[in-house]
């Protein structure tokens, strides 16, 4: 099993500012990561796949970058809908895995 | 536009089978040749995947649940379902129904709004 490991837990930007998450896979994944956003009582909404690329609907002021075992979702200028936790999951190998989540929340 | 809601009991007893079934509108399971999940979430935690289901009723399942999981799909009632036998308390969770994007295992694109399964006598 590919254990993803995100980091920090917990991230406190003030709004406006940029914040910077981290997703480690134990092995590579190639290309093949996603990250989410997940408001109070929500389920997760897509924000990127294939490591780097936007869902439909999702601004320019989010970006992943990264491939194999180190990606980085970056979200700049934050505004309020940006303070929530985020997953990234692998969906490179049996079994799917996603992360412990990282908080973002307001400085 | 592409739908989905899970259904079943909120409530289920300790050794007993939790069933939910994920009805999907907006899309035809068979046409759309997609790959469908579910995912949990106990309360204040992570996500869990549980298993993918083809639109031919290939499965794929966690390791961790297989001997306990069993999904079906319904391609004339254009919906999917899940079983999990014999739960626990660590059984309780939001279970949510999702698609993969495109028509690979990919991302999950679209999510239903979940379902809270409480296990408890």
């Known amino acids: 099993e590919i254990v993803m490991t995100q980091s920090p837990a917990t991230l406190s930007v003030s709004p406006g500012e940029r914040a910077t998450l981290s997703c480690r896979a134990s092995q590579s994944v190639s290309s093949d990561l996603a990250w989410y956003r997940q408001k109070p009582g929500q389920a997760p909404r897509l924000l990127i796949y294939a490591a780097s690329t936007r869902a439909t609907g999702i601004p320019a002021r989010l970006s992943g970058s990264g491939s194999g075992t180190d990606f980085t979702l970056t979200i700049s200028g934050l505004q309020s809908e940006d303070f929530a936790v985020y997953y990234c999951?692998?969906?490179?190998?049996?079994?799917?895995?996603f992360g412990g989540g990282t908080k973002v929340e307001i400085k | 536009q592409l739908q989905l809601q899970e259904s079943g009991p909120g409530l289920v007893k300790p050794s007993e089978t939790l069933s939910l079934t994920c009805s999907v509108s907006?899309?035809?399971?068979?046409?759309?040749?997609?790959?469908w999940g579910w995912i949990r979430q106990p309360p204040g935690k992570g996500l869990e995947w549980i298993g993918t289901i083809y639109y031919t009723g290939s499965t794929f399942y966690n390791p961790s649940l297989k001997s306990r999981v069993t999904m079906s799909v319904d391609t004339s009632n254009n919906h999917f379902s899940m079983n999990l036998i014999l739960v626990t308390a660590a059984d309780t969770a939001v279970y949510y129904c999702a698609r993969h994007k495109d028509s690979g295992v990919t991302a999950y694109q679209s999510w239903g709004q979940g379902s809270l399964v409480t296990v408890s006598s």
């Open positions: 907006g899309d035809s399971i068979s046409i759309s040749r997609s790959y």
């Open positions: 999951q692998q969906y490179n190998n049996w079994p799917l895995t």
